[in-house]
Structures are given as C-alpha cells and as structure tokens.
C-alpha cells in the first residue's frame, strides 16, 4: 500500500481543514516545500496536493508552489483543486504533477473528464470520489450532487478510469479513524479499481487496518501534522 502525505495549499501555506469547513481551518507551516522535503528525505515517494485555493476559484491559483516542490523534491505528485478546463490540467501537468485529479468537474462535465481519461491515460488521470454517506460532494465539499458514490465509480471504471482517491468527507481532519467499512466494501464490489483511503487516518493502526483491506494506497494529512503518526512510523510501509 502507497502511503501518501498530503499537503493542502491556502494562502500559499499548509492547512488542514475540519471536515472540508473553510471556517475550521488550522495552518500548519508557512512553508510547504519544506515540508515537502521533509516527507521525501523520510522517504516517501508521494505527495497528495491539494489547492485548496483553487478549489474554491474554480482555477489554479498556487502553481508557482507545485512548482517549487516538484523542482525540490522527486516526489510523485497528484495535485487537485480547481482543475477545471483543458488549459488548468495542462498548467497542473506542467507545473510537476504527475497525476491529475478530477472530482467536481468529473460530476459535473463527466465528458470532459472521460475525454482527459482517454487522452493522458489513467496513470495520469485520477478520479476524486468525495463522499458524504452515499453522494459524492462537490464544489469545495460543499454540496451534494446526485451522484452516488458507487453509480461514480461504475461509470468512470467503464469509461477508462483505474485509481479513485475515495474521500469520506465526513472524517476528513477530525482524527477518528478512517471508514474502513466502506473501504472494504468498495474493494469488495470493484476488484478492478485502485482506491485510495482520504479521510481520517489517524494512527498507524489505522494503515496497517487499510493495507490489510486491499487498499491500493492512504492518504494522510492531520495525522502528520499534529503528531499522532510521526514520520519514522511510516518506515515498516515503505
């Protein structure tokens, strides 16, 4: 299983937010590439990106950032957040990341994404299955589409699509665990697909529960940042 650190981006610093509520917002560090370099001379091969920013401009608002990590560091990089159009992937592409992430616009223009799917491929092409009980979330996790998280997964599987960074926004920064539960009904019900765990991860119980269930990687994020995993506990996954 993929241990994955994340690094959300608001305001050009690192932040963790409390259930994706913009208005429970901690930061974290000023300066994400350090702390980016810090993941990578632990040795952790990935980082999770999120332009927080962008998510709620509808745009890629901190590039130069991505930038600056992908120059810095070797880390493999999925970014998301605010890729919205043709010219914000390839600006996202560009800028270091080797991975793209497509949740909002992937609901909303599932065309648009199934054309990405086909032309990059889906090594470079992640889908972002942000859910809330049975709906994916959209717009920053702020509302509910009518997708259903397994109705998303179905069509995206047949349109091309392998790995889904599955986010139990509910969990998502308030340390209680992750839903594994769901996790392993989804790995039950789509063999085929790669998931990824986001949301909750909380100790390193936690991850070795996740790689138990199948999961293709995890994604952590507060549990880093406020102590309850410290890097050297990561060494037994790597």
């Known amino acids: 299983m993929d241990i994955i650190p994340a690094i959300d981006l608001l305001n050009g610093q690192c932040v963790r937010l409390s259930a994706g509520d913009f208005a429970r917002q901690t930061t974290y560090d000023a300066d994400p590439v350090a702390v980016a370099q810090r993941f990578a001379d632990a040795g952790l091969r990935r980082l999770h990106l999120v332009d927080l920013d962008g998510a709620r401009a509808g745009r890629p608002v901190n590039l130069a950032v991505l930038e600056a990590i992908a120059r810095h560091t070797s880390l493999d990089i999925d970014a998301g957040g605010g ?6 992937l390839k600006q996202v592409l560009s800028a270091g990341a080797q991975h793209a992430t497509a949740g909002s616009l992937a609901v909303r223009e599932p065309a648009t994404v199934q054309r990405w799917l086909a032309h990059y491929g889906a090594e470079t092409i992640f889908l972002g299955a942000d859910f809330k009980g049975d709906h994916i979330m959209v717009n920053a996790w702020v509302d509910r589409s009518e997708f259903t998280l397994r109705g998303f997964i179905t069509d995206f599987l047949a349109a091309g699509g392998t790995t889904f960074i599955c986010t139990d926004v509910s969990k998502d920064g308030l340390l209680q665990g992750p839903s594994l539960n769901a996790y392993q009904g989804l790995i039950a019900e789509f063999p085929a697909a790669r998931f990824i765990a986001s949301g909750g991860v909380t100790t390193v119980a ?33």
């Open 83 to 88: 890729i919205q159009t043709d010219e914000a």
């Open 206 to 238: 936690d991850l070795e529960r996740l790689a138990e269930a199948g999961l293709h990687g995890a994604i952590i994020g507060k549990a880093l940042y406020e102590g309850t995993i410290a890097l050297p506990d990561l060494r037994r996954f790597l």
